[in-house]
């Protein structure tokens, strides 16, 4: 679906000829992105909306000025950030996708309050490299540090492995530039400074933020302030060329390794390993907390980059074999400290949380060397630069298809009694039918936010994307994980179900409506606020809230209050009626 003239010609005028196309070689681009052939099993069309148009807007003016345009012609809109994830993308027909990317400058950073101020293309290695030199931390997500500061901040999720000491992303977003989807501008925290996006009053970071971001769909961000965090290393990460199955070692963390330390202690059982976590995050010790699956698990993703990969990561597996059951139930930690003292203050404590709950670190190979270093070295420097690097769940390296059963938040109780037990059993059912990758049973992915009120988790596996019965696999895996003790988990899942489910009306939209009958009623609340924000409805509303079946879930609701408010009249009619009749009768007597 195409652009009237006269509206492209408008939007043309606001933002030059250069940034704005409708070429069909440039719109396919912004159609499809990696993951959805699980969309198209579940939507019931095919997926994929192609955009009518694409603009590039270099400035917040420019963007006001388009959002007002497609107010006038009653034309749909979308924010696209970097657009790693579909939820990025058109989700109907006749949507222009704003393409933020030359907004893409760092405009302060505040070294004494902690906090940048950013466009809605500043990537997170580029903010973290400057914030480093400064002494400061981003909470870069692990979706992959190429992804955008602000989409992360202010729209889309936000969980990062770095959360245990630098929180979910929906807490670091501070002052923020906002143009509502009929085109004001809306400034929240002081008006002349970006330390705070709430002043004295009623706030709107629930509307503007909540918990999983409006995705795109209530008007645009231009800019906005990120807390930063205490960073204890250097002001540059130096790196050096390293042999497979690594492509880089960082010197600085192997060299200096007595300030930062990465260590996956085993345990007994996933009770142990949640006891484990409450201590550590009380005793603040931890610079992060995570899991991101079991020993095959990281093997495999080791065994990535060619032959000599693959031979290592078989050799490790052949070594690792006879400890495999023991491997089982483990977590990983990582120390970093400003001095040598603080650092062995902090194992000592770790030592002690670990005999209180049954933990214990496995001695590093130092015996099994790579190149010219130990195993130890090898894999202290994979995990820190997977930390700090990000390497995007390092799923990619895997390659083929990629899911999760589901983005689950909840406490460490509910994670541990709702996510471990259901996905255990679902990856051994369903590895066993040979159609998703045996990638060992223990795929979790989890991290801890907030001194771990909160724990955020997923169950991933990998299927094959060429095989249509493999597809349909993971879709079943995914909906079995769904109906297992549906109704009873209280925990908070995220949007991001499967990474890329949407679509008009899909299970997606529907599990949103699910899970907002069972919490408060938060999906109908969605819709009033979309609707008082969007008269016109022009954002292009499919991922936010329950998308398209929003309108129709007010509908009911506005009947029945349309009739009880027709009641309340009839009766209030009958009732002054009869009083008049009443008076009168009493005037007569
Ligand atoms: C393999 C994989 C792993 C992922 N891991 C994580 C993870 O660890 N943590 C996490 O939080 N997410 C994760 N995601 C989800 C999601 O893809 C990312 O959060 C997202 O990509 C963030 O950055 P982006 O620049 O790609 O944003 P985009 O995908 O471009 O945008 C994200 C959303 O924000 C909206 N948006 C972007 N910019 C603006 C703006 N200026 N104004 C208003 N709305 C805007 C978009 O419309 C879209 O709905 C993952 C996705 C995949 C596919």
């Known amino acids: 679906m195409s652009l009237a003239k006269e509206v492209y010609q408008a939007l043309e005028s606001i933002v030059g000829k250069e940034n704005i196309s409708e070429e069909p070689v440039m719109l396919e681009g912004y159609t499809w992105t990696w993951l959805n052939e699980l969309s198209v099993q579940f939507a019931p069309h095919k997926w994929g909306h192609r955009p009518a148009a694409v603009v590039l807007p270099g400035n917040t003016d420019e963007v006001q000025a388009m959002v007002k345009t497609c107010n006038r012609y009653q034309v749909k809109y979308k924010a696209f950030g970097t657009g790693y994830g579909s939820q990025a993308f058109p989700g109907q027909e006749g949507v222009v996708v704003v393409d933020l990317k030359r907004m893409n400058r760092i405009l302060e950073i505040d070294e004494k309050n902690k906090y940048a101020v950013v466009e809605p293309y500043v990537t997170w290695m580029q903010l973290q490299a400057e914030a480093y030199k ?176 693959v031979e290592f990561a078989q050799t490790m597996l052949t070594f690792m074999e006879p400890m495999k059951e023991q491997l089982k139930y483990q977590v990983i930690i990582m120390l970093f400290a400003s001095t040598p003292q603080e650092y062995e203050y902090k194992q000592k404590v770790l030592n002690q949380i670990l005999t209180e709950t049954g933990g214990e670190i496995q001695a590093m190979m130092e015996d099994l060397k790579i190149g010219d270093r130990s195993m130890k070295d090898v894999l202290g420097s994979f995990m820190t630069t997977f930390v700090f690097g990000n390497d995007t769940h390092m799923v990619h390296g895997m390659g083929g298809g990629f899911a999760i059963t589901s983005g689950y938040g909840g406490t460490c109780e509910s994670v541990a009694r709702y996510m471990f037990p259901a996905g255990e059993m679902l990856k051994e059912k369903y590895m066993k039918k040979g159609k998703i990758l045996n990638d060992g049973v223990n795929t979790f992915y989890f991290n801890l936010f907030d001194n771990a009120p909160i724990i955020y988790s997923e169950i991933e596996f990998h299927y094959d994307q060429a095989d249509p019965e493999s597809v349909k696999a993971a879709r079943e895996m995914i909906n079995d994980e769904w109906k297992y003790k549906e109704g009873k988990k209280y925990g908070f899942e995220h949007t991001d179900i499967c990474l890329s489910m949407w679509s008009p009306v899909t299970p997606w939209q529907k599990r949103v409506n699910k899970l907002g009958e069972l919490s408060g009623d938060f999906h109908i609340w969605q819709e009033k606020i979309k609707q008082a924000f969007d008269p016109n409805d022009v954002c292009d509303r499919s991922t936010y809230g329950v998308g398209y079946l929003g309108k129709r879930l007010l509908e009911p609701a506005r009947r029945k209050k349309s009739s009880a408010g027709s009641k309340a009249k009839a009766s209030k009619k009958t009732k002054v009626g009869k009083k008049i009749k009443a008076g009168k009768k009493t005037k007569k007597k």
């Open 134 to 309: 400064k002494g400061l931390a981003t909470t870069q997500i692990q979706g992959g540090s190429q992804c955008s500061v602000l989409a992360s901040v202010t729209s889309c999720y936000g969980m990062n492995i770095l959360g245990t000491h630098g929180g979910y992303n929906a807490r670091n977003a501070l002052g923020v530039e906002w143009i509502l989807p009929t085109g004001e501008l809306l400034r929240l925290g002081p008006s002349d400074d970006w330390f705070a996006g709430d002043g004295p009053g009623p706030g709107l970071r629930g509307i503007m933020r909540g918990n999983s971001g409006a995705l795109g769909g209530l008007g645009i961000f231009t800019k906005c302030a990120i807390k930063l965090h205490h960073w204890p290393g250097p002001a540059r990460l130096e790196s050096e060329k390293a042999p497979p199955p690594l492509s880089y070692f960082s010197p600085y963390l192997l060299k200096k390794i007595e300030r930062c330390g990465v260590f996956s202690p085993i345990f007994p059982g996933w009770e142990n390993i949640i006891e484990f976590m409450y201590k550590a995050v009380d005793s603040e010790i931890a610079y992060c907390i995570f899991s991101a699956g079991g020993v095959e698990r990281m093997i495999g993703v080791m065994g990535v980059g060619g032959k000599e990969a």
